[in-house]
């Protein structure tokens, strides 16, 4: 369930906007207003609204997983010995401190409490991860590993189609 309150209205010049820069984040303010069919004044304060709004959390660059060598993609789940806030903290905490890590959830419906999406070179570097790093961090009971044999889909950009359009289109 999603909460209303927080959704931010945009209109079909924000979200062509969003689409664009979810596609390419380097696009100049001159060419995403070329883009969209704006001037570039008027793009700008778009862009900046949209970023003091939140909307826009951050901008980055995609690498190449297999060019840089980091060709293991690992999904690991991971049991807690504890449910308390204090263990769950604990955790969090030291899991954002590992490169690694590209994402973290807190789950449920599974036989584990968190979902980690890892990134290493290879296995003895996973094995390493494993063994070094996250079995020593305080309160985790169980892992369970499953290696990605190929990324069949792997975006960022959001669907924008579901976004409510406000009455200043």
């Not at 303010?29 to 609204?49: I, T, Y």
């Not at 890892?118 to 494993?130: E, G, I, Q, R, T």
């Not at 079995?135 to 290696?147: A, D, E, K, N, Q």
């Amino acid at each position: 369930m999603s909460d209303k309150s927080s959704e931010v209205k945009l209109d079909r010049m924000d979200r062509r906007i969003l689409a664009m820069l979810q596609a390419d984040a380097s696009l100049t303010n001159l060419e995403l207003a070329e883009r969209v069919g704006l001037s570039p004044s008027p793009c700008l304060r778009r862009v900046k609204a949209l970023e003091e709004a939140g909307v826009i959390e951050r901008r980055v660059t995609i690498l190449d997983r297999k060019k840089l060598g980091l060709s293991l993609t690992v999904i690991i789940l991971i049991g807690m010995d504890r449910h308390t806030p204090e263990r769950f903290e604990r955790f969090e905490a030291e899991v954002a401190t590992l490169d690694e890590v590209l994402e973290c959830y807190l789950i449920t419906g599974q036989e584990a409490d968190y979902m980690l999406k890892v990134v290493v070179p290879d296995m003895d570097a996973y094995h390493d991860f494993l063994l070094h790093r996250v079995t020593r961090i305080p309160g985790v009971s169980g892992v369970h590993s499953s290696f990605v044999l190929r990324r069949v889909q792997d975006r960022s950009a959001l669907p924008l189609d579901y976004l409510r359009e406000s009455a200043a289109t």
